[in-house]
């Protein structure tokens, strides 16, 4: 086939009498020395232009113009054509590159804020840490800070099930409470509860009464050193199973020269405590600060018997 279309296409060449020998365009010339290097669709696209093989040698040497300008025409339509299709190739492979990258940096970006996104907190190793609480649960969260061993400061936070936190914090110790801003001078009352005994949906035992501790001084309560008169002993979050996610809420109240006490009778049984009941006998209406946690059974301990 190369021999035949070098019939057609005649060249220029470095000779004397090269100026007066017919020869095919520039353009068609450029692109059949460099037909190597070429895809294939100019050597069928030259097969198929028509030729008169009773022709004089004349008129073979000397093809008509409209017919090289067609033959130029087909083959730079072909070739942009080619390009263009690369190109697109290109640009979706890029953009397919580029959204991979994408999804990959935001799968493994960790949750930062926002309403709970993660309340389970299942991330391992440095991604195990409290998350935040849900928008609708962030009314009581004010300047007081709740801290647990390995945890730091659970205030507004959801406890992770991983590293068996939700296990350790039914063993731990007491908490470090504190409040920055409280009035030298002043006396407080600490007031921690669980609204959500036995459950959320089904709060017949609510203000289950976790920790009740009078007379803290402001410096005491500054420092997280809740020392005072104990009226309530601490007992650790220890939600039932199946139950969801439980609220342990902290309130802070100015106890002033009030003697605060809770009957015996009453001190004997922690749930359905009468929260308003008592805080109106002892004329506490207003809390100073608040804050609250979350966490929920682990399937691991034994829950309070209700």
């Not at 037909?35 to 008129?59: H, I, M, N, Y």
């Not at 113009?65 to 299709?85: F, K, P, Y």
């Not at 104990?230 to 609220?247: A, E, K, S």
Request: hydrophobic share 35%.
């Amino acid at each position: 086939m190369r021999d035949e279309h070098d019939a057609m296409i005649k060249c220029p060449t470095a000779t004397k009498d090269s100026a007066r020998q017919p020869t095919a365009s520039p353009v068609l010339c450029f692109l059949w020395e460099h037909s190597p290097r070429l895809s294939g669709p100019f050597e069928q696209t030259l097969s198929r232009v028509p030729r008169d093989t009773s022709a004089s040698s004349k008129t073979d040497q000397n093809p008509p113009v409209e017919v090289r300008s067609h033959t130029v025409a087909n083959v730079i339509d072909q070739l942009s054509g080619t390009v263009l299709m690369k190109m697109c190739a290109v640009a979706l492979f890029l953009s397919i590159l580029a959204a991979a990258v994408w999804l990959g940096l935001s799968m493994t970006t960790p949750e930062s804020s926002g309403g709970g996104a993660n309340p389970g907190g299942e991330e391992e190793g440095k991604g195990c840490v409290p998350t935040l609480l849900p928008k609708a649960d962030v009314g009581l969260c004010r300047n007081l800070e709740v801290f647990y061993m390995e945890l730091g400061n659970v205030s507004c936070k959801i406890i992770p099930k991983c590293n068996l936190y939700r296990q350790k914090i039914t063993t731990w110790p007491q908490p470090i409470v504190k409040f920055p801003a409280a009035m030298d001078g002043a006396q407080y009352l600490l007031v921690m509860v669980d609204p959500d005994a036995p459950s959320r949906r089904d709060p017949r035992m609510k203000y289950w009464r976790h920790w009740v501790v009078s007379n803290i001084t402001a410096a005491n309560l500054k420092a997280g050193n809740i020392r005072g008169n104990v009226i309530t002993d601490y007992q650790p979050p220890t939600p039932p199973p199946t139950t969801g996610l439980h609220r342990y809420q902290f309130f802070v109240y100015l106890q002033g020269d009030r003697v605060i006490s809770i009957p015996t009778r009453e001190n004997r049984n922690r749930g359905a405590w009468r929260l308003q009941k008592f805080l109106q006998d002892h004329r506490l209406q207003n809390h100073e600060t608040s804050t609250q946690f979350m966490t929920e059974h682990d399937g691991q301990f034994a829950p309070p018997d209700y």
